[in-house]
């Protein structure tokens, strides 16, 4: 899949980092971090032409020596996301 996109966390401190989505379904993708995420943090996951722009919430994370893969749900039905954001 290897989506690229940007991941802002929904928050106070409304960091954001660059990253890539490696795998997708219709309601779940799962992508590898930097930032300070926890279980339940609500992300904004934009790609660049916005044809990509939801909120998903944290749902599973394994640290791994200073990176994180982390598998967010979407907060609402993205129909057709992956269709949108490959082209």
Known sequence: M????????IDDQQVSEN??????TP????????????FADLLRVQNS???LDV???VVALQY????????ARFTRDVPN???????
């Not at 290897?2 to 991941?7: A, E, M």
């Not at 990253?19 to 997708?24: L, W």
């Not at 996301?81 to 082209?87: G, H, M, P, R, V």
């Open 64 to 71: 791994n020596g200073g990176r994180t893969a982390v598998a």
């Open 81 to 87: 996301w992956i269709l949108k954001s490959a082209f």
């Open 55 to 57: 909120e998903a919430s």
């Open 27 to 38: 309601r779940e993708i799962l992508f590898a971090s930097r930032l300070p995420l926890q």
């Open 2 to 9: 290897r989506i690229p996109v940007q991941l802002t966390r």
């Open 49 to 51: 032409d916005g044809s």
């Open 19 to 24: 990253t890539v989505i490696e795998y997708g």
